[in-house]
């Protein structure tokens, strides 16, 4: 697994980046300066207020790094990836183009699956009701999920962490609050899913479940959802009030997009990868079944800050 794993969040930073020997040099307005080593880098979030060069791109590159861009809000709204060098990446893409369906589908009941257990862990760590219930739904997943058991385990988990009558409500523009806060959480953890799937040789617009025509990175939504619960854990307890252009908690749900996810203690960003790469191999038809971790904490994110 990878041993980068930092996200370097620069969305409200105000100065320069210059490329250096090793890595990048973060420069402030006031003269002071930082240099980060690339080698220890996962993502880096760049606001409107930071000016660099092609260099800095290249370096980050050429390390592996994902950079993404976003708007005045800190959203991410656009990246910049290295090209894959695995060494299978041509096979990797006909494969990909030539999967049977029911491969697809059993990949994809194996994704909800592992996600609905999430969610029933955020439920019994959070001490709310209904994670009996959610893990009783994720026994019924059949392959393709034809009797769409994620919407029921969705209704079921957002009206016992939301309320009843809010609901989950992604890209709706809201600047405070739990979706705000899920919102740009989910943002960068995306981020660590795109670098995944492109590191392992993968052709990120061809989805297993999403297939929008516009979406390069279908792939990386299809893998994404077993990681959101973790993700969840830590908004959800947030206060109504709580929103993302608040750098304390922007700093947190950056570190809950990378914290320690398996047993073994592994990070996401390393999970991420790992999940990538089983994907290649059951797709190529080198594993039978896609093996997938499900998120079981309790998060650890801000416990003792």
Same mark, same amino acid.
């Given at each position: 697994?990878?041993e &980068? ?8 930073? $105000?100065?320069?980046? =210059?490329?250096?020997r ?31 060069s ?6 980050? #590159?050429?390390?592996?790094? *994902? ?18 060098? !695995? ?5 990797? !893409? %006909?494969?990909?183009?030539e ?8 990949a994809?009941a ?12 955020v439920?019994?760590n959070?001490k ?7 893990l009783a739904?994720?026994? &019924?997943?059949? #392959?393709?999920d034809?009797?769409?058991?994620e919407?029921?385990?969705a =209704? ?7 309320? %009843? ?8 523009g809201?600047l ?7 919102d ?5 953890l995306?981020?660590?899913l ?13 989805g297993v +479940? !999403? ?5 390069? +990175? ?12 973790a993700?969840? $854990? ?14 304390e ?5 950056? *570190?809950?997009a990378? &914290? =320690?996810?398996d047993?073994?203690? !592994?990070g ?8 990538a &790469?089983? +994907? ?5 038809g080198?594993?039978?079944r896609?093996?997938?971790v499900?998120?079981?904490g ?8």
């Amino acid at each position: 697994m990878a041993e &980068q794993w930092r996200v370097v969040d620069l969305s409200a930073f $105000e100065g320069n980046l =210059r490329a250096v020997r090793g890595g990048v040099e973060v420069c402030t307005e006031e003269g002071t300066s930082t240099v980060l080593p690339v080698a220890e880098l996962a993502v880096v979030l760049i606001g409107m207020k930071v000016n660099l060069s092609a260099a800095v791109l290249h370096r980050l #590159s050429e390390a592996d790094v *994902a950079v993404l861009f976003c708007d005045w809000k800190g959203i991410p709204e656009g990246g910049c990836y290295s090209w894959s060098d !695995h060494g299978r990446v041509a096979a990797r !893409h %006909r494969a990909q183009a030539e999967v049977s369906v029911p491969r697809k589908k059993n990949a994809w009941a194996r994704l909800v699956r592992a996600k609905i257990e999430g969610q029933a862990s955020v439920l019994e760590n959070l001490k709310i009701r209904g994670s009996g219930e959610l893990l009783a739904l994720a026994d &019924q997943v059949r #392959s393709g999920d034809p009797g769409n058991v994620e919407a029921q385990a969705a =209704r079921l988990y957002w009206s016992r962490t939301l309320g %009843r009558g809010v609901g989950r409500q992604p890209a709706a523009g809201q600047l405070i609050g739990a979706n705000a806060c899920l919102d740009y959480g989910y943002a960068v953890l995306r981020g660590h899913l795109m670098r995944a799937v492109l590191a392992a040789g993968l052709a990120p617009a061809l989805g297993v +479940f !999403h297939r929008g025509r516009g979406n390069a +990175f279908a792939l990386a939504d299809d893998l994404i959802e077993p990681f959101r619960p973790a993700i969840d $854990e830590v908004a959800l307890p947030l206060p109504a009030t709580a929103s993302p252009s608040d750098r304390e908690v922007k700093q947190l749900l950056v *570190a809950a997009a990378s &914290q =320690r996810f398996d047993a073994d203690g !592994h990070g996401i960003p390393a999970v991420a990868e790992a999940l990538a &790469q089983s +994907f290649g191999r059951y797709i190529e038809g080198d594993i039978d079944r896609l093996q997938v971790v499900s998120w079981q904490g309790p998060s650890r994110v801000g416990v003792g800050d």
